[in-house]
């Protein structure tokens, strides 16, 4: 008699695969393959390059037809291409069924016309055990649009081998959204993603929408839920013509904020807004609100097609460091791109960091700083640290090439047998510094960072250089989809300004 024994995985592979099929393919999005890549990617090509400063770790996106939201929903996707993920959390609120708690697919994979995607059942079961309110309810998946629409964008941009869990809130006002919350707190992993799946304004006439969801969208960046579920209050008794809600999936909404709160996740920036009346076959007394939205962790990353593409734009960038000291010389580069080399190395051959004696005076300042790596002339890992910290800046180049070679979300951590293949590059930043008058900042020199209270937003100096911006343009992005203010504060004697410059080697 022989015994074989097996892993759990293997064991579940020859049991039947319970697999959701597409409800609305055809529908809201193509039901070809090559005419689903074929709208994504240019989606993709006619978004404009913005740059984010921080891991994106969830994402609010609209659900509507491709056509009137899919444009909108790329500004958040575009962040996320090429990067390699383990789970995609999809979250939202059920359009079809009532049901209390949390529910949670029990397929074993969803099917698109891009191919299957695995559902983790590690991470669901978890989730299930961690609370009572949130069960396997495989029915209310089955025909509903909100989490479906997600996936191709996420086959299109994602590395393959990504697994999903899906999940819907059943439209009951009990607290839910705070357990899912605390369970996706406590077992999510560092390479894990939440999308949550939302449009926001229902059918009140362009002008009011617009209002409305600028309301909505500031009082998401503001992470604060009791606001949030106070301004629906109050929008909901204002007497908005045909106005129904302010958020369709608003529970997954007030679960990543809650999310947010408990992971220490530090930064929500608005990446675009817009609604059903901006396309040509909208209609403007009638509207629907689409809104994109990226949580960021504390580490600082900058997300750029311009550095995926690995362009010179760095390279040939000779902008002056704002410091009292000047330029860091020839030697002293060299001082930091040893530190930076040494580090990676003795981190990814032995996870210990080495210790240096730096007595140079310069290189002892307080500066913000990125480290880039860069294998085969293509991005391997850049993450960054833009506003100075107590460390010197020798200190702060050698924690983020820790991070650049071990933690920047879209990339495997670096490896030995690539060590020799590696290429560095170190961005030294200057210290940011009060300017009171916005016609004084110089596109393409000048970063900027502006806020009002706990609304902020940063655009690096390359941004303007990448994206053909006016000032007036670069400013006005910067309040609205950075900071999540009007786009015409940097006009107001409120809004604080400041300004950083970059000196660029390797």
């Known amino acids: 008699m022989f015994l074989t024994a097996c892993s759990s995985e293997q064991a579940n592979n020859d049991m039947p695969k319970k697999i959701r099929q597409p409800a609305v393919a055809g529908q809201f999005y193509p039901s070809k393959p090559g005419a689903i890549s074929e709208k994504i990617e240019k989606f993709l090509n006619q978004a404009p390059e913005q740059s984010v400063i921080g891991q994106i770790k969830a994402i609010i996106v609209p659900h509507a037809g491709y056509d009137y939201s899919g444009t909108v929903a ?24 009532y049901f209390d708690g949390v529910a949670i697919d029990d397929n074993n994979f969803w099917q698109t016309a891009l191919g299957q995607v695995a559902v983790d059942k590690v991470l669901a079961d978890k989730l299930v055990k961690a609370d009572q309110a949130i069960k396997y309810n495989g029915e209310v998946h089955q025909v509903d649009h909100n989490l479906e629409v997600q996936l191709p964008f996420l086959q299109t941009v994602l ?33 894990d993603l939440v999308v949550i799946s939302t449009d926001m304004s229902h059918y009140p006439k362009f002008e009011d929408a617009n209002k409305i969801d600028q309301g909505t969208l500031e009082k998401i960046k503001s992470g604060d839920v009791v606001e949030l579920e106070k301004y629906a209050t109050e929008v909901e008794n204002a007497g908005y013509a045909n106005e129904q809600t302010v958020l369709c999936g608003i529970d997954a909404v007030k679960t990543v904020m809650e999310l947010s709160k408990l992971a220490g996740w530090d930064q929500i920036e608005i990446l675009k807004y817009a609604n059903s009346g901006d396309v040509l076959i909208g209609d403007k007394s009638q509207v629907v609100g689409y809104g994109a939205v990226a949580f960021l962790s504390k580490k600082l990353e900058v997300r750029s097609k311009k550095e995926n593409a690995n362009t010179n734009t760095n390279e040939n960038a000779t902008l002056t ?14 001082i930091l791109l040893k530190i930076a080399k040494e580090t990676v190395e003795s981190f990814v051959k032995t996870g210990r960091v080495p210790e240096f004696s730096v007595s140079d005076e310069r290189l002892n300042q307080k500066h913000g700083a990125f480290v880039t790596l860069n294998k085969n002339s293509q991005l391997r890992g850049c993450i960054g640290q833009i506003v100075p910290s107590s460390d010197p800046l020798w200190q702060v180049v050698r924690e983020m090439a820790v991070a650049a070679c071990s933690e920047d979300g879209r990339f495997e951590p670096v490896s030995k047998d690539e060590l020799n293949k590696l290429e560095y590059e170190i961005s030294v930043l200057s210290k940011p510094e009060t300017i009171s008058d916005w016609r004084k900042i110089e596109l393409g020199k000048h970063g900027v960072i502006l806020g009002q209270g706990r609304n902020r937003g940063v655009f690096l100096p390359q941004v303007a250089t990448e994206t053909g911006w006016t000032l007036e343009e670069f400013l006005s992005q910067l309040c609205w989809q950075k900071a999540g203010l009007p786009p015409d504060c940097y006009k107001d004697k409120d809004t604080e300004m400041e300004v950083f410059t970059a000196q660029v080697f390797k």
């Open 321 to 334: 460091a704002a410091t009292a000291t000047g330029e860091l010389n020839n030697e002293e580069q060299k």
């Open 74 to 97: 790329t500004y958040a996707f575009k962040q996320l291409q090429g990067r390699k993920i383990n789970t995609v959390v999809i979250v939202s609120n059920s359009h079809k069924a």
């Open 159 to 191: 590395e393959p081998g990504f697994k999903i869990v899906p999940i819907e809130f059943g439209n009951k006002d009990d607290g839910s959204y705070k357990k899912l919350a605390k369970a996706l707190k406590d077992n999510l992993g560092e390479d």
